[in-house]
């Protein structure tokens, strides 16, 4: 096992690396007893509440009107009584007191890093990362990528953006810790993407990092160049920002696009290390890397943890962060939990069908619940899709109406095939989300692509209650 674990926060060797042949970075943490990790895992967290408590008017506050103290920790079931911490309070304290607000637990001066969110919802979110936590993320992502499958040897073409976002930061240093050969390429810039195609042709890369639907853009970009994106050598992918690698269809294009694995990642930026929640080479759905960053599923409303087997978000709390430690951040994300054994031989517990929604994605259509996710896997699923999709939901009078723009491939271009694959994708749609919608067909490359995130659903219902609003005055 690398470091030494019986201090806080741990040390860990800068120079170890297991065997390439070894299946595991630290066998005897990712394969243990749950028990007995748990044991760690509770002192850790100790020290933990113990270094946020003594640093930091935010959580002191918050622990003492909740009548909790780190002397309260007696076992993990007892941070259930520590009040959650959601984003809003984060910016909060950071307009209060700026930049970084009164939860960074190190001084301003031992700063290594910043990072942050855009502010495109909202005010902006500081990062500041020390240079201990820093080393230590880079040996979190080290460890998780070997589960992945990546080894020394490995090139990694990292194609995401190089700016405030973390990710591609966060890969660049696990791949490097691991000892493989980054390729930081990015992405965003205009023709980049034509580039990264050509370079990967005569670099030939074994790995690639990014967002799905870019990864199905460079797919794109690559075949009108004439080339096979199957045949650039990825034997391994993956991603985070977007739930899309572990939608069953999504991760089957993937796989068969690039024929190489399809590993689906990824929490929070603001609980980096974010890879903890994390697939291995078997692909059964992500492992909660648990002695890293501690989760638990909880449910959406009291933010009591659930039992395996059940659904809700993610709630989670570092272990090993001394710089803006996350003490039981709620997610937002939808996920489903399982204790039931990987083939892997990892003892974590798993989210079988990854990230597969946010809380705050969902829309409601005439009564019933409707994820992004939901829909792209079932278009994704039915030969002659085009590739891209988007949703629209308006209402006229008392109803809601709601169409899905869908691309269909070139191969449908008679009017006949697109009237059958307009009846099967309403009919599966319908079946899978339990409303009919209206289905449009266009030409395949008429939707906008992405580098990043995709966005595809439209909700224009508030400019409908705007409009009456407008006429009631």
């Known amino acids: 096992m690398n470091g030494d674990l019986a201090v806080w926060p741990p040390r860990y060797d800068p120079a170890y690396r297991p065997d390439p042949a070894a299946d595991y970075w630290s066998p005897e943490l990712e394969c243990c007893d749950p028990r007995t990790r748990d044991v760690l895992i509770l002192e850790k967290l100790r020290r933990q509440a113990g270094w946020a408590w003594e640093r ?18 007696r076992a993990l079931d007892d941070l259930a009584k520590f009040p959650i911490v959601q984003k809003a309070e984060l910016r909060a304290s950071q307009a209060a007191a700026p930049p970084y607000g009164e939860y960074l637990c190190i001084e301003p001066g031992g700063v290594a890093r910043i990072h942050g969110t855009s502010g495109t919802t909202g005010r902006p979110t500081v990062f500041g990362i020390g240079s201990e936590d ?51 390429f990015g992405a965003g810039v205009p023709g980049q993407t034509l580039m990264a195609v050509e370079w990967a042709r005569e670099l030939k890369p074994t790995a690639f990092y990014g967002t799905p639907s870019y990864a199905l853009h460079f797919a794109e970009t690559a075949r009108r160049e004439g080339i096979d994106p199957g045949t650039l050598g990825f034997r391994t992918l993956f991603f985070s920002g ?69 659904e809700g978000t993610p ?11 996350m003490i039981r951040l709620v997610s937002g994300d939808l996920t489903r939990w399982t204790d039931e054994p990987c083939p892997c031989g990892r003892t974590y517990p798993r989210l079988p069908d990854g990230l597969y929604g946010r809380i705050d994605d969902m829309f409601i259509v005439r009564g019933e619940n409707i994820y992004p ?18 949703v629209i939901v308006s209402r ?12 269909h491939a070139a191969s449908h ?23 009919h919608p209206v289905v449009e067909l266009v030409p395949e ?19 409908y209650r705007r409009s009456l609003q407008g006429v009631r005055r």
């Open 373 to 390: 996710s939901a829909i792209e896997d079932t278009l994704r699923a039915i030969d002659g899709f085009g590739g891209e999709f988007r």
């Open 56 to 73: 930091s008017p935010f959580y002191r506050r918050k622990w003492e009107a909740a009548g909790v103290s780190p002397a309260t920790l």
């Open 242 to 310: 977007e739930p899309g690698a572990g939608i069953p269809a999504t991760k089957r294009l993937i796989e068969e696009t690039f024929r190489g694995r399809c590993v689906d990642m990824g929490s929070m930026a603001e609980m980096t290390p974010w890879m903890t929640n994390a697939e291995c080479r078997h692909r059964t759905g992500m492992h909660l890397w648990q002695d890293l960053v501690f989760t638990q599923v909880c449910d959406p409303e009291t933010f009591a943890p659930l039992p395996f087997g059940a």
């Open 134 to 184: 820093w080393e230590r993320i880079g040996e979190a992502h080290a460890r998780i990528l070997w589960g992945a499958g990546i080894r020394p040897d490995d090139r990694v073409l990292i194609c995401s953006f190089f700016s405030l976002y973390m990710g591609s930061w966060g890969a660049l240093r696990g791949v490097e810790r691991l000892g493989a050969t980054a390729f930081p």
């Open 396 to 407: 006229r009078e008392a109803m809601d109406e709601f169409l899905i723009r869908a691309e």
């Open 413 to 435: 271009a008679d009017p006949g095939l697109q009237a059958k694959l307009r009846a099967t994708m309403t009919e599966r749609l319908r079946a899978r989300l339990g409303v």
């Open 315 to 325: 709630v989670y709390t570092h272990l090993e962060r001394t710089s803006q430690p």
């Open 445 to 463: 490359g008429t939707l906008p692509r992405t580098e990043f995130k995709a966005r595809r659903v439209i909700d224009d219902r508030d400019l």
